[in-house]
């Protein structure tokens, strides 16, 4: 859940681009708008990161975003004009220990196909500030990501291109549970702490809780709170955690379609396993299906990695991010998943 070495190296990347990497326009390359702003959150003692993918309306200079010693970076028309029109909005949640640009490549593909998409990095459980105790404020996720729909819709820069009528979430991992949130589904304490009493090392984020100290039999109230957002209206959840202590009459609630996505079968994570081998949470919402990519396994939907990545964190004994399951093709899966997304939203 948490890469502690490889988030490190990650964090030396984390600025936009480093000094002599920006590059000219070129006409005709599929490369998306890109922009960073800061959303006011009253519930937050400081702003958030927030990041925009959009259709370029322009060509201006190319850098690359998320660029890092481990990851491979997506480039991007930084700040370029929007392309004219209302686009559809996706609002985009990472997963542990992640952060918006580490999953840029999906931004990428969306906007390139007509979306505008918007994310911001959750404090707490972002790159370098990832605590297994604030992960368990589920809520507070999820109030950041009404929060930056709030504040781009009310932006007279972003505002005018937005379809108001087309919004939907995506997210991954503890992304995933944010946008689950988001779409109506409550959260139980107990019945997460009866989850990771059972399972035990079976379950890699009960671990990763663990680890960091995590009283299950007394989780916050957070952990339980509903941040329904009625602007929503089509979910996408790519491996979401928690699947296992959803409320179910909080189900009733969940009015939207939701499109379920499982990475590898024998190496799938219990904690996003939704089928009937998992929670089966898939069965137990009325409007719900589920895509399934193998061979993969939970951190494949993660960005590509740079050459002699893995070699690295092996040297470095850190968790094998780069390493995938045999016979896997991360950037395939990626396409996979880029393609399945769009053709649930309605995109070209």
Request: glycine share 10%; charged share 15%; proline share 5%.
């Amino acid at each position: 859940m948490k890469h502690v070495t490889s988030a490190m190296l990650l964090a030396l990347g984390l600025g936009l681009f480093t000094a002599g990497t920006s590059m000219p326009a070129t006409a005709g390359q599929d490369i998306a708008g890109y922009d960073r702003f800061d959303v006011q959150a009253a519930h937050r003692a400081r702003p958030l990161a927030a990041s925009i993918w959009y259709p370029a309306g322009s060509h201006i200079y190319v850098a690359p975003v998320g660029k890092s010693a481990i990851w491979q970076s997506t480039n991007a028309y930084i700040g370029a004009a929007i392309e004219p029109g209302k686009h559809p909005l996706i609002l985009l949640s990472h997963g542990s220990g992640g952060n918006m640009d580490g999953i840029g490549w999906l931004s990428s593909q969306l906007a390139l196909r007509g979306a505008i998409v918007l994310a911001v990095n959750h404090p707490g459980t972002t790159t370098g500030d990832s605590s297994p105790r604030r992960t368990m404020y589920l809520g507070q996720r999820s109030a950041d990501v009404t929060a930056a729909l709030d504040q781009v819709l009310a932006n007279p820069e972003f505002a005018p291109y937005i379809d108001t009528n087309n919004i939907s979430a995506v997210g991954f991992s503890l992304g995933g549970t944010t946008v689950l949130n988001l779409a109506g589904m409550q959260f139980d304490r107990a019945a997460y702490r009866d989850y990771c009493v059972k399972y035990q090392d079976s379950a890699q984020d009960c671990i990763f809780y663990k680890k960091g100290g995590v009283d299950f039999a007394h989780l916050p109230d957070d952990f339980t709170n509903g941040y329904r957002d009625t602007r929503i209206s089509k979910t996408v959840a790519i491996e979401p955690g928690m699947s296992f202590a959803v409320k179910p009459d909080s189900l009733a609630d969940v009015s939207n379609p939701v499109l379920f996505i499982k990475l590898g079968q024998e190496h799938g994570w219990l904690a996003g396993d939704v089928s009937a081998s998992g929670s089966n949470l898939v069965a137990k919402v009325k409007d719900a299906s589920l895509a399934v990519f193998a061979p993969a396994y939970h951190l494949t939907f993660l960005a590509e990695c740079e050459p002699g990545a893995a070699k690295l964190l092996e040297e470095m004994d850190d968790d094998p991010i780069c390493t995938d399951p045999v016979g896997t093709d991360r950037s395939l899966v990626h396409r996979q998943v880029a393609d399945e997304i769009a053709t649930f939203l309605g995109l070209p």
